[in-house]
């Protein structure tokens, strides 16, 4: 019984940022992403009789403490889907993530787990099923069940039944270009899970924040639909502006932000300056994202690598859904 899935990460252009509920992952807003193909995970589940415990391997490295948990967890959810099964699994999980660097590696991975447990317990599962499924693993992961652009509801069901990820357009429905700008291979020192839970709790700015969402929501994917790229830039920009300002309203404060990710924005905003349209994104991590049209690729790929501080630029098309292998 085994199967094996890769999924995409993607990008939030509209920011998931807060939990409802952390036991289930149920966010405070909807969010809206772009599956990007340029990152990806890569995972093998094989369910043996033979097993004693679950086994986990990540990059051929044997993974233990809270990742292992996290997984182990992640696949009794599954089986219990499965209802019968009791077999423990065997998961090789090869990462093109920079993991916990603010490159959404949680997405891929669980999404491809989510999809190779599943497919190899024999459920026939739907889009929407998986993606709720998904949602309980990393809660942005439920959105790269699908390709294109996706928007993850959030629901107002307690036990979680309607908050999954549903596609807005499809992958070829626009050639809309993201360059992963690389400052820090490091793990950050606040993690995703950490940083929400000290905003929702202490930030007197978190209120505006998921307050101006729907109307965010609402025109984005009006810009979306248009294929109008200075619409869609400027809202994602601002969204980004909103969710890290109420980091530095929590309690302690704190940001991801380092000298060199100023840089980038600064310089992002110097190309819309001199007639390059080109906008910027930052989840929760130093490294930056930055949206641009495919007529202008060489000159934003030479402008962000010549800023110091910057290690890579890795340019991604707009990614596909979950494939299984």
């Known amino acids: 019984m085994k199967a094996t899935a890769k999924a995409h990460t993607n990008i939030a252009l509209i920011k998931y940022w807060g939990k409802r509920n952390e036991d289930i992952i149920l966010p405070t807003n909807n969010s809206l992403s772009l599956t990007l193909d340029g990152f990806y995970t890569t995972t093998k589940v094989e369910f043996r009789d033979d097993l004693k415990r679950d086994l986990f ?11 292992y948990q996290r997984v182990t967890k992640f696949l009794d959810l599954v089986r219990g889907y499965a209802q019968n099964s009791t077999m423990y699994a065997e998961v090789h999980s090869f ?10 590696s949680s997405a891929s991975g669980f ?19 998986l993606s709720k499924i998904t949602r309980q693993g990393s809660g942005s992961a439920c959105r790269s069940i699908y390709g294109g652009f996706a928007e993850w509801q959030k629901g107002i069901e307690l036990d979680g039944s309607d908050s999954y990820a549903v596609p807005i357009a499809s992958q070829d429905h626009w050639d809309i270009r993201v360059a992963a700008v690389v400052l820090s291979a490091t793990e950050k020192k606040v993690s995703s899970r950490d940083g929400m839970r ?7 700015f978190f ?10 929501l609402d025109q984005i994917k009006k810009g979306i639909m248009e294929k109008d790229f200075e619409r869609v830039g400027e809202i994602a920009e601002a969204n980004c502006l909103k969710m890290h300002a109420t980091t530095l309203g929590a309690k302690p404060p704190f940001t991801y932000w380092h000298d060199t990710t100023l840089s980038v924005m600064q310089t992002v905003q110097k190309m819309r300056e001199e007639g390059i349209p080109a906008y910027f994104t930052i989840d929760a991590g130093p490294n930056v994202k930055v949206l641009y049209q495919p007529e202008n690729e060489e000159k934003v790929q030479e402008t962000l690598r010549n800023i110091p501080g910057v290690t890579d630029v890795i340019l991604s098309r707009v990614g596909q859904g979950v494939t299984y292998l």
């Open 198 to 204: 000290r905003t929702v709790e202490s930030s007197p």
């Open 57 to 67: 391997y990540l990059n051929d490295q044997v993974v233990e403490g809270v990742q």
């Open 95 to 104: 990462n093109e993530v920079p993991t916990a660097a603010g490159f959404a």
């Open 207 to 216: 209120k505006g924040w998921v307050d101006s969402i729907p109307e965010d």
């Open 111 to 129: 999404a491809a787990l989510a999809a190779a447990a599943s497919r190899a317990l024999g459920l026939d599962l739907s889009n929407q099923e």
